[in-house]
């Protein structure tokens, strides 16, 4: 059974940095586009970052700009998130998500498989 499982969540003071970590499991998904999503309490999920299959093309949100930076590993079926200078307005539940179709896109339905998400915290 195909499994994203997130780990690297935790409470850091702003200005501070956090790797988030997705392990894929139950099928191959280097061939699919991963993606981060995060959802803050009251508010509807938001795109973070997709990388493709390759790794050659990589899409972010503009409010993570220069801050985020995701990554993959096919040889060990891991996605990352390396997030610095975080914001408190980082705060939320991330989700890394995987499109077998590989669109890179910004959209949630475009992404067919969900981990359980992993919480992030910031502090003023």
């Known amino acids: 059974q195909a499994q994203l499982v997130e780990s690297g969540g935790g409470l850091v003071q702003a200005g501070g940095s956090l790797r988030l970590s997705c392990a894929a499991s139950?099928?191959?998904?280097?061939?699919?586009?991963m993606g981060w999503f995060r959802q803050a309490p009251g508010k509807e999920r938001e795109f973070v970052a997709a990388i493709s299959w390759s790794g050659g093309s990589t899409n972010y949100a503009e409010s993570v700009k220069g801050r985020f930076t995701i990554s993959r590993s096919n040889a060990v079926n891991t996605v990352y998130l390396r997030m610095n200078d975080l914001k408190p307005e980082d705060t939320a539940r991330y989700y890394c998500a995987a499109d077998p179709k590989g669109r890179v896109g910004v959209r949630s339905r475009e992404y067919d498989y969900w981990g359980q998400g992993t919480q992030v915290t910031v502090s003023s």
């Open positions: 139950g099928r191959t998904f280097a061939t699919n586009t």
